[in-house]
């Protein structure tokens, strides 16, 4: 049986980042509170979040397994001890190659299923002042992942986070999913077969239909296009 345990859970408040010497607006950074927290449809109590697009019910609850911690300090990164990576829970095991898109959890008293892979952006960039770490984090695939709450409760450090149900119908990981969408970009076959996949989040859904619509559309000249920089794939 599929299972880890949460190791702190964490929000973060709205502040400003330095990105190369721009002021930012974001919750990234996020630390543990005490207790047992109320997990919500669309988020931990407590939680902000800046643009719309983050969050929503598709991607209420950010994990990050503890399991990478070890790499980014052999990297240099001075990490702290839960919320690294601007997730909400900080969990020993269940790493992006165990887990599966649509597998369902128990933690604590919530449900929980997970939806997608995390998309590194610019602002891990810059809580670290390290211009190249969210390449890094794409291309390891120790992205973390999104989760949907399908029944409301309350989860806090120590509880098990339990795999109660998993969709049998395809074996696609989160790191799978996650070098579909951030990787390997012209792999169209397993996009469409990632579409196909009941529990994926609705917005991957239409990212990954509209990379192929372009690419069925566009076919080889998308690639000269890329490098110029007038679309993004």
Same mark, same amino acid.
């Given at each position: ?10 929000? #973060? ?5 330095? &990105? @190369?010497? =721009? @002021?930012?607006?974001?919750? +990234? ?6 207790? =047992? ?38 990297? #240099? ?7 690294? +990576?601007?997730? %909400? ?21 919530? /449900?929980?299923? /997970?939806?997608?892979?995390? @998309? ?13 770490? @969210? ?38 990981? /989160?790191?799978?999913?996650?070098? /579909?969408? %951030?990787?390997?970009? %012209? ?13 994926? &989040?609705? #917005? ?6 509209? =990379?192929?619509?372009? =690419? ?11 490098? &110029? ?5």
């Amino acid at each position: 049986m599929l299972q880890g345990r949460v190791a702190a859970v964490c929000v #973060g408040k709205v502040w400003e980042l330095d &990105s @190369s010497g =721009r @002021s930012i607006a974001s919750a +990234f950074v996020k630390r543990p509170v005490e207790g =047992r927290v109320p997990v919500h449809r669309r988020g931990v109590e407590g939680d902000e979040h800046v643009y719309e697009g983050h969050g929503g019910e598709d991607g209420a609850v950010l994990v990050y397994s503890r399991d990478h911690y070890p790499f980014w300090r052999d990297e #240099g990164v001075d990490i702290p001890e839960a919320g690294a +990576f601007a997730e %909400n829970l900080t969990v020993d095991g269940l790493t992006e190659a165990e887990v599966h898109i649509g597998d369902t959890f128990e933690v604590g008293s919530c /449900v929980m299923q /997970v939806s997608e892979p995390r @998309s590194p952006c610019y602002k891990i960039a810059a809580r670290y002042g390290r211009k190249d770490i @969210s390449i890094v984090v794409q291309d390891t695939g120790f992205t973390g992942y999104l989760l949907r709450v399908l029944q409301e409760g309350r989860t806090g450090a120590g509880d098990e986070m339990r795999l109660v149900e998993r969709d049998t119908s395809h074996g696609c990981t /989160v790191a799978e999913a996650g070098r /579909v969408l %951030n990787v390997d970009r %012209n792999d169209l076959d397993a996009a469409r077969r990632l579409i196909e996949i009941d529990a994926l &989040s609705a #917005g991957i859904k239409r990212t990954l239909a509209a =990379r192929i619509a372009r =690419r069925e559309k566009l076919g080889p000249d998308l690639d000269r296009l890329y490098l &110029s920089g007038k679309v993004e794939t």
